[in-house]
Structures are given as structure tokens and as C-alpha cells.
């Protein structure tokens, strides 16, 4: 997204000399102080604005998922709470979640206004509408100029410090390129666009170093980055936010994978970060295969 853990041990002589040292992964623990902006068990996270983690990340607004739905009993929205957020790897949770003062007057509001386009929400079935935008190398990109090839959209941004959140996404993305091209007489038509909802940080520059970091293939796989006016267009026609509280450096955001088919038409929209590789992989397979109108 410290504390100290204590168990009893064994006395030597009851333990076994030949018995393998157990090893747990890599773990950061960190305490934090927020305000709830949403609680939802059913999905089992609780969206926080929280401030700034020392030697993590800065303050920003964010969901955190839950192990336990019991920890979200009694939560309100505008509530202050002080939890501890457990790192891995590749996974990240909040525990032992407490209120410290109750919610009088609501939740926090979103940070300042930016200019935006007005566009309307993109259904399924509807085509996917020209957007510009520059890539990792430096070279122009229009959303219309994959004709005849599937598109996997999502929007990242490298600074992302949570491994449940971009780093997750995109690693899942690096999995489906690997997997997608090496499936025998697998589909060739398809690319992938990951567009930054960072892009005065992200130059292509930044872009390109980050990409490398994933293994992935530039014929096959696009990092974008270009006006925020038109990333910020794209990403609400998926009903993808993103925005800056006062005084956050990076972005607060949800997520959405959107998949594109050959013809240009939005074919699914996917809400969050719990579709697994498979059911894209699938979903792709789908989309290289779409019939002309």
C-alpha cells in the first residue's frame, strides 16, 4: 500500500534439526490515518483518503481491500480511522481498522476542477471514437488506426506504488501478451494500449523504461501518453476517474480493462481489478475474431 509480529517457539530440543526453515515473503507494514469516502463488503474494500505514508506513497484518495469484511462493521462514510497496511509483492490489504472520530459532516469532496470534454458514455456495441495520443518511442497514435485488429485498453500510470492497483494490471497484461503469443495457431490481430492518466510525468521516455521492466513486445503493446484533455475524455467515456486532492502529487483513480474488437466496437468494459488473465486471454480471442458488419 510498522509493526512487530511475536510467536512462540519451541524449545530447541523439541525441535527437529532436519525440519525446513519456513519462509514467509517479503513483508511492509505501515500505519495510516484516513478518512472513508465508501464502504462496500460485498467487494470487500473501503475506499480511503488518506495522508501521506512515509517512504510509500503520498496522499491520495484509494480503495484498500479487505481480508476480513467483519473489519467494515460500523464504517461510515466521512468516518476518521487510523489502519495498518499490509505490502507484499504482489498483494496488499488493510487490517485492524479503527474509527477515531465519527462522520459529522460527510465525506471529503474531490479535488480541484481541470478542463475536460463533454462526452458521453460508451455503451457495448458502440465503436471506439478517434483519440491522439503519443506512445513510448515517440511516434503518434490514433485510437481508429487498429482496423481489423482487437484492443485491450487500460489506464495506468507509472508511479503507481500499489501492487494491487497499475503494477497489477499491467503485469497481468505482460502475462496475456507472453501467453497470447505463444498459443498454437493462436490470433495475431490484437494490441495492446495502456494509457497513462499521469501524462506531465509520463513522457515516452518514462514510458518506454517502464515498459521494458514488463518484457513487452512495441509490435504488439502500447504505453500512451498525451493532453490531458484527451486522456481524461477517453477514460469517462468508460466511466474510468481520476483526479488530484488538494495537495496530492499523484492521481486517485478506479480502474477499468476495456476490450475492443476487430471492427472498432467496445465489446466489454470491466469494472475494477479482479478479472484474471484467462477470461481476457478468452475475451481477446473473441474480439480478433468478430464478424465485419
Known sequence: MGGLLAGCEKPESAQSPTAPASISPPREIYSVTGNVVEVNAPEQYVEIKHVKI???MAAMTMPFDVKDTNELNGLNAGDKVVFQLIVLTNDAWIENIRVTEKAIHGIPTKGPFRLVRGVEPLEVGEPLPEYHFTNQLGEAVSTT???????????????CPVPTFCPLTVGNLADTQRRLKAMANGPTNWH??????DPEHDTPAVL????????YDPKSWSFLTGELIEVTALAEQFGMTFWHENGEQLPSHNLRTVVVDANGKVQSIVMGN????????????KACTARPD
Do not use: C, H, M
Not at 147 to 152: D, F, P
Not at 274 to 285: A, S
Open 274 to 285: 479482479k478479472w484474471t488473465v484467462e477470461d481476457l486471454i478468452k475475451g481477446v480471442v
Open 192 to 197: 495492446i494500449l495502456a494509457v497513462s492518466i
Open 145 to 159: 488506426q487498429f482496423k481489423g485488429k482487437a484492443l485491450v485498453l487500460v489506464f495506468v500510470f507509472t508511479r
Open 208 to 215: 518506454r523504461e517502464y515498459a521494458a521492466r514488463f518484457n
Open 54 to 56: 512515509p517512504g510509500y
